[in-house]
């Protein structure tokens, strides 16, 4: 049995509304050239020591005095020469669609007033929401004409929070942790599975590949919780080629409280 491809995920970058809650229709969406080798995460509060105050008492002569701020750095690389379809032959064309969330727009609460829109982050199920603080640009690698054709994008994204969101996830099963039974002298699918309460033994046989279900030989592995259409785990699944993982998420958006300063990368 042949493993499935698994299709890799893009991080994207999709503008959002001026409330920063829903994604805005119509909006600015940009799907990344290569996924970021890493995101930097850092976390700071506003505090001060107040003037006047018992400098000898240390921690507690500090006042918080204004919300605390996420902020998300990233790196993002463009090339013109790895484009799959609708190439283009000049780096900035790609990269004015990054830039696109630092120009002003109109706010919708006061036309008089300008700031960039807002911007979610999302790469699987790490997701970030914020406002793009700056972005730095290298253009590198020209053509013979003068066109750059490579470029580095830096993003630096913030959030007038302290901010933390995990969405859970499941982590497959690997070889191994399903527990396993080991025919004795004499079993069977049968009455190995009737010893558990399983009613179904020829679905369990033909999971676990069997053939010869009345004649096992002693010391063979069966899982008994296998169904037909589905690979049995350990050494079952093993044998018939079936690969399996484990995958975990991380992304930014569930208050919680934090220390005055730090930081985390996700490698």
Do not use: C
Request: net charge neutral; aromatic share 6%.
């Amino acid at each position: 049995m042949a493993d499935q491809e698994k299709t890799l995920a893009k991080a994207k970058l999709i503008e959002l509304n001026q409330d920063f809650v829903k994604e805005k229709n119509g909006g600015q969406q940009v799907e990344v050239q290569f996924n970021p080798e890493s995101l930097k995460v850092s976390f700071a509060n506003q505090i001060v020591q107040p003037q006047g105050g018992d400098q000898s008492s240390g921690n507690a002569g500090r006042q918080f005095v204004g919300a605390g701020t996420t902020k998300l750095a990233l790196q993002l690389w463009f090339d013109v020469n790895a484009m799959a379809k609708d190439p283009v032959d000049d780096v900035r064309k790609l990269t004015q669609k990054v830039i696109y969330f630092m120009t002003p727009q109109e706010s919708d609460a006061d036309r008089t007033k300008k700031a960039p829109p807002g911007v979610r982050f999302v790469w699987g199920s790490f997701k970030f929401d914020g406002m793009v603080d700056s972005i730095e640009e290298s253009l590198e690698f020209f053509s013979p004409e003068g066109r750059p054709l490579r470029a580095s994008v830096s993003l630096t994204l913030s959030q007038q929070k302290i901010l933390v969101e995990f969405e859970d996830a499941k982590a497959p099963a690997k070889p191994g942790r399903t527990p396993l039974h080991a025919a004795k002298q004499g079993d069977s699918v049968q009455n190995m599975a009737a010893k558990k309460g399983k009613g179904d033994w020829q679905s369990i046989a033909a999971a676990n590949g069997i053939e010869d279900a009345l004649r096992m030989p002693p010391g063979q592995l069966i899982d008994l919780n296998a169904v037909a259409g589905a690979a049995p785990a350990g050494i079952g699944a093993a044998s018939l080629g079936v690969g399996a993982g484990a995958s975990a998420g991380g992304g930014l958006n569930a208050a919680l409280g934090g220390a005055a300063s730090g930081s985390f990368s996700i490698g």
